[in-house]
């Protein structure tokens, strides 16, 4: 146990320093080699990922003509109207660019051009290729389907779905052993067929969560839950929900997974459901219809400090707000401020994907 005299130096250390912005981490480390070594350490890292994934100042990252455009997603935040331009470090032009997902400020990137994968990092500008030799790390942008998350090691897991000719292979890459290797893969055949629709994973907890579409008709689709520890996957049920050409979106509110999920055409009947030790509950409906066409492949974040839904289509880029607040449901509204061909949200933090 520390004596008294440093209590208020491990307050600096445990309980200060992790909450910093990443930028101000940074200058930290000039103090003392002390802090230099302590603030690089896995411990500090894990910490400061910690309070920095339930921090007001999200952020939103688009591809723009001619670099990446970070902005706040915080409207309090004396830098909202104030975007920074990110240098593209691969050697390629920004609507080359395909955000797939994000965890702890790394982004899954995918080069179009080439089909490469690549983590990176826009604050630190660090990146690493996942592409080989073998043809292992590059994406399908029809067919393919991904998701990052941690294992209870603190090793960053990347999972990656591939189709090719309805032969379905599950990749995973190690971050820590910069390597690929395969699982078990899945033998029903409703989720081989190139008719299936998968959305980007969603982390909740120790898993991630997959919606699998056949062919949009209803009663067709399923989520899919990979444990990250036991690399296996099970499947779970969608709501029973009557309807015509129901779809769901998955999204992570207060570490519990919840289900956005719409039935019809453009004037949408929207309901939200929560899981519950694998049975789902209803948490509202929408009291009027949403007059707006929902893609399955969305990826939507949950924003702590507004309680709304960000919504990012990954086809169109199109961005979109959904007031979850149970008092006042406004339903969409379009953020047209970001519209571009490849969003993705994030927060930042000084985790490297040069691990």
């Known amino acids: 146990m ?131 030799s073998n043809g292992q790390g590059f994406y399908d942008l029809e067919y393919d389907s991904l998701g990052i998350c941690i294992d209870s090691s603190y090793d960053y897991i990347i999972v990656h779905i591939k189709r090719i000719q309805s032969i379905l292979t599950i990749w995973i890459y190690s971050m820590r052993q910069n390597s690929w290797s395969t699982i078990r893969c899945l033998e029903d055949t409703v989720y081989l067929g190139h008719t299936s629709t998968w959305s980007p994973g969603t982390l909740c907890g120790n898993s991630l969560y997959f919606t699998v579409c056949q062919g949009c008709r209803s009663g067709n689709e399923t989520l899919l839950r990979f444990d990250v520890d036991s690399r296996m996957f099970s499947v779970i049920g969608f709501p029973n929900v009557c309807g015509q050409r129901v779809l769901g979106n998955l999204v992570n509110i207060r570490d519990e997974l919840h289900l956005i999920l719409h039935s019809g055409f453009y004037n949408l009947h929207v309901e939200l459901w929560k899981l519950q030790t694998e049975t789902w509950m209803k948490v509202f409906v929408y009291p009027h219809a949403v007059h707006k066409p929902v893609s399955l492949v969305s990826s939507i974040k949950y924003v702590n400090a507004t309680g709304n839904c960000i919504e990012v289509d990954l086809m169109s880029g199109a961005v979109g707000q959904i007031d979850l607040s149970m008092n006042e449901i406004t339903g969409f509204s379009n953020l047209p401020l970001y519209e571009s061909l490849s969003t993705v949200i994030y927060h930042e933090t000084i985790v490297s994907p040069d691990l």
């Not at 910093?20 to 896995?42: D, E, I, M």
Request: charged share 20%; with cysteine.
């Open 2 to 132: 520390a004596d008294l005299p440093d209590l208020p130096f491990l307050v600096v250390l445990y309980v200060i320093l992790p909450r910093l912005p990443p930028k101000v981490v940074t200058q930290c480390k000039v103090v003392c080699k002390q802090w230099l070594s302590f603030l690089s350490s896995p411990e500090f890292l894990r910490l400061h990922c910690y309070f920095m994934r339930t921090s007001v100042d999200q952020k939103i990252i688009t591809a723009g003509p001619r670099s990446c455009i970070v902005r706040s997603l915080d409207r309090e935040s004396p830098n909202f109207n104030l975007p920074t331009n990110v240098h593209i470090p691969f050697n390629c032009q920004s609507y080359n660019l395909l955000f797939i997902s994000s965890l702890d400020g790394m982004l899954c990137v995918c080069l179009k051009k080439t089909c490469e994968l690549a983590v990176w990092n826009p604050l630190t500008r660090v990146y690493r290729k996942l592409s080989n």
